[in-house]
């Protein structure tokens, strides 16, 4: 299995400018979630999804951030207009359901900075 | 609600020293507990999980960890490190029940082994 996948890998971008993160979870697994690591912050979750629909977003820090997941294999974490304090690593991660010690397997992550 | 605390924020240990993190979670319920590895610049990859059964786990590159439940506490440990070793290390949590795979995070620990 390919694993948790992630793209762009690195994003610069100007502040004011849209964002587009996207993840694609190992195939079969039926839990998406989107992680924010900062140095002050740490490990934030942002939103997670189960079977494609939004579970708790209560981590999405303002309305500028966004998250869909169209379908089963693929979610995208959007910022609108995008500020220098969104500078981060962004981790997406699955989980299946059938694991019963709900382990969550990681993404190689996407490192924005905001200018 | 749920919590987790990791005591030690910076460990710098010499190699060959023995390793012991701390970890304390808040839930009175049945909970699943894991122990996450970050290196440099890399994703969060796991170490051990704890599910049930023996309360002692063995995990990958001779971790280890044990969940003694009256103390509410999971400890990693490793007899002795190596300059490999030097990562971040994450302590999660995650209640059994009600269909929720959300995993709380710890902290982190940042560990450097000096040669």
């Known amino acids: 299995d390919a694993g948790v996948i992630q793209s762009p890998r690195h994003e610069v971008t100007e502040m004011g400018q849209e964002v587009t993160l996207r993840c694609k979870p190992i195939?079969?697994?039926?839990?998406l979630f989107w992680y924010r690591q900062t140095m002050m912050r740490g490990l934030e979750l942002l939103i997670y999804f189960n079977n494609n629909v939004p579970i708790d977003d209560s981590g999405m820090p303002e309305d500028r951030f966004s998250a869909k997941m169209p379908n089963a294999s693929f979610s995208t974490l959007k910022i609108q207009p995008s500020e220098p304090r969104d500078s981060a690593v962004y981790f997406c991660a699955s989980s299946p359901t059938r694991d019963r010690s709900n382990e969550q397997f990681f993404g190689p992550g996407t490192r924005l900075t905001v200018l | 609600a749920q919590s987790v605390s990791q005591h030690n924020h910076h460990v710098i240990l010499s190699e060959a020293a023995s390793l012991e993190l701390g970890c304390n979670y808040s839930?009175?319920?049945?909970?699943?507990l894991f122990w996450y590895v970050q290196y440099p610049g890399q994703h969060l990859q796991l170490l051990l999980k704890?599910?049930?059964?023996?309360?002692l786990v063995k995990g990958i590159k001779g971790f280890e960890a044990e969940f003694i439940k009256s103390k509410f506490s999971f400890n990693l440990r490793k007899p002795s490190v190596q300059w490999s070793d030097t990562a971040e290390y994450f302590c999660a949590v995650n209640a059994r029940g009600g269909g929720y795979n959300k995993l709380i995070f710890g902290a982190g620990t940042r560990l450097a082994v000096h040669p």
């Open positions: 839930y009175g319920g049945t909970v699943n």
């Open positions: 704890y599910f049930s059964g023996d309360p």
């Open positions: 195939s079969g697994h039926d839990y």
